[in-house]
């Protein structure tokens, strides 16, 4: 890891200690917010704040978690996994996440298995540059 996103981690990783009331050990980059942390999605709120805050960056809705957006329309949604247009949108709203694995089984329920700190590290890092 480079020196800057080794940075970006650390701070990454003090707004979820604080977030989410979490020990600094737990949280790895390979974590996931919801499954590892305990994250719920009124959280998403408050680490979008303490993010912005930390790295004096704006971060629009919508942009870092997108979920919600995707859920909630049809097009994008079928029998509980996003279509061939969901994941097209979900690569666009999401390219500081490695998508590989999901890609395969597109899962709604398993969504939130993207929010991983190493995700965030990623945007945040692609936001500061």
Known sequence: MAADKERVFEQVREVLVDALGVDEE?????STLMGDLGAESIDFLDI???????FGIKIPRD?????????NNPEYVSNGK????GLAELKQ???HTDLAGFENNPDINKLGDLFTVDSIVNYVSGKLK
């Open 48 to 54: 979008v704040f303490r993010l912005e805050k930390q």
């Open 63 to 71: 942009e870092l978690f997108p979920a919600e957006t995707l859920m």
């Open 82 to 85: 996003l279509t061939a247009k």
């Open 26 to 30: 737990e949280v790895a980059g390979v």
């Open 93 to 95: 709203k999401m390219p």
